[in-house]
């Protein structure tokens, strides 16, 4: 297969390239297929893909363009390294390439008249145990998570999609689905849901998604006499649904991304009782996460430790 530059990427399928990152479109109307945004937490689907144009249009942030600009917003990452994990057999292996004169009616019409039920288009927990991958292991020391707090809270988890089988980091929900994490990949298993962990604590932390948790447990190792309860959205659309189960807590520390749709939730928060809930976020002010942030303060840490030792 010829080596992916921007050109080549941006002639990617991005219908059937995101069916491979596991997001299904909710709605197909002429071209446009409509999805719960895969940038962000939605409860309605604003994210748009023309398939003809074989462009993209989040109305949610205002945000659009090709494969190329899909790629990097979705990793986060900058043009050579999205171009470098199409290069990675693993990833360029179930991705199909459309070319401006391809014929999209047959693929059209298959698309359209596909049972949702369809088993192969659902993620499949097939085995979970604990974590010991190397590859995951190299993974979570890239965004600065120690492997004992990894084990102490997520697993190691098999799935199949799409005749495919993935081996990936998992984070349980309460209703027993997983957030599913990798560096290649991002998604979840059926049913989505919140975390909660409970330390009977009249306290609650508040987090967007489990690499924040989990980077506020690294900051907190040491933090014996800390006892509080978790919240662990895992999606931003629970933020409302959930304001019940953080309203029975005295306090309630959000601990939010720094995009608009964590902002907005923050500030309604607040708004509602400025007593109860208290913004944390001024620590990460200007990262768009907890996890970022901690990346950074690792990096500096050692590029101090290698200072000094030479």
Known sequence: MEK???KIANQIDLVNYLKTLGHEPSKIKNQDYWYLSPLRNENTPSFKVNQ???LWYDHGTGKGGNVVDFGIEYFRCT?????QLLNDKSISSGISLSLKNENRQSSNLRIANEKKDNPLDKIVIVDVRTLENKLLMAYLDKRSISQEIARQHCKEVDFC???RKYTVIGFQNISGGYELRSENFKGSSSPKDITFINAQAKSVVVFEGFFDYLSYKMMNQKSVKLQTNFLILNSLSFFKKSLQLMEKHDRV???LDRDSGGIKFT???LQRDSAKY????FLYEQKKDLNEWL???QQVKRGHSFRRSI
């Open 278 to 281: 208290t913004d944390q976020s």
């Open 4 to 6: 992916f530059n921007c």
């Open 295 to 297: 990346n950074q303060e």
């Open 52 to 54: 003809k144009l074989n």
């Open 267 to 269: 500030s309604e928060a």
């Open 161 to 163: 999609l799409n005749n």
């Open 253 to 255: 520390d959000l601990y």
């Open 79 to 83: 043009v050579s390294e999205f171009l």
